[in-house]
Nanobody
Framework: QVQLVESGGGLVQPGGSLRLSCGAS????????VGWYRQAPGKQRELVAT???????NYADSVKGRFTISRDNGKNTVYLQMNSLKPEDTAVYYC?????????WGQGTQVTVSS
């Protein structure tokens, strides 16, 4: 059974940092295209960042230069380092793994940026 478990969310002040983790079981993340998505209240889920199985990364324009996605193959985990956080980054963040038409989602972790 495949499980993606996000952690690391919380409340942070504007300008602060958080690191989200997406731990996987049942799949090998390095074989998958893994992405972080977010959904704010009343808005559609949007792509934040992806790391392809080959290691190429991609970012939404809104987070370029502030967020970094990375993968630790030994820990079978994908991270999202978020710096210079803004109130508009407030959302539930989800991890997704996709390969050959199979796609898996985690349960999400809440990130709230507020003073």
């Amino acid at each position: 059974q495949v499980q993606l478990v996000e952690s690391g969310g919380g409340l942070v002040q504007p300008g602060g940092s958080l690191r989200l983790s997406c731990g996987a079981s049942g799949i090998i993340v390095s074989f998958y295209d893994v992405g972080w998505y977010r959904q704010a209240p009343g808005k559609q889920r949007e792509l934040v960042a992806t790391v392809a199985s080959g290691g190429v990364t991609n970012y939404a324009d809104s987070v370029k230069g502030r967020f970094t996605i990375s993968r630790d193959n030994g820990k079978n985990t994908v991270y999202l380092q978020m710096n210079s956080l803004k109130p508009e980054d407030t959302a539930v963040y989800y991890c997704n793994a996709a390969r050959y038409g199979n796609t898996y989602w985690g349960q999400g972790t809440q990130v709230t940026v507020s003073s």
